[in-house]
């Protein structure tokens, strides 16, 4: 399936084979992408721009936040992930 936004086919993609398929709540699972399954912008910390906690013992939790997910988010990671590259 192309991306609807953007016609990209390498933006999108969906495992519903997967044990853990939806890893996240959802309410449209045709839209749920698993691409960046293990999400990219976690070692961001707080500059990830997700819905995200901390738990008591201090790790970052990031069940709640779909922004890795969403079909639409690809620009936005790569975008997030450019910026850490010049700032390093």
Same mark, same amino acid.
């Given at each position: 399936?192309?991306?609807?936004?953007?016609?990209? =086919? +390498?933006?999108?993609?969906?495992?519903?084979?997967?044990?853990?398929?939806?890893?996240?709540?959802?309410?449209?699972?045709?839209?749920? =992408?698993?691409?960046?399954?293990?999400?990219?912008? +976690?070692?961001?910390?707080?500059?990830?721009?997700?819905?995200?906690?901390?738990?008591?013992?201090? %790790?970052?939790?990031?069940?709640?936040?779909?922004?890795?997910?969403?079909?639409?988010?690809?620009?936005?990671? %790569?975008?997030?992930?450019?910026?850490?590259?010049?700032?390093?």
């Amino acid at each position: 399936m192309k991306n609807k936004k953007t016609g990209h =086919n +390498y933006e999108f993609f969906t495992h519903k084979s997967c044990e853990f398929f939806p890893c996240h709540s959802t309410d449209n699972p045709e839209d749920f =992408n698993c691409l960046f399954c293990y999400c990219p912008l +976690y070692l961001l910390g707080e500059q990830c721009g997700g819905n995200f906690t901390y738990t008591p013992g201090g %790790v970052k939790d990031c069940s709640a936040c779909l922004i890795p997910h969403r079909r639409e988010n690809y620009s936005y990671i %790569v975008g997030k992930l450019m910026e850490r590259g010049e700032t390093s």
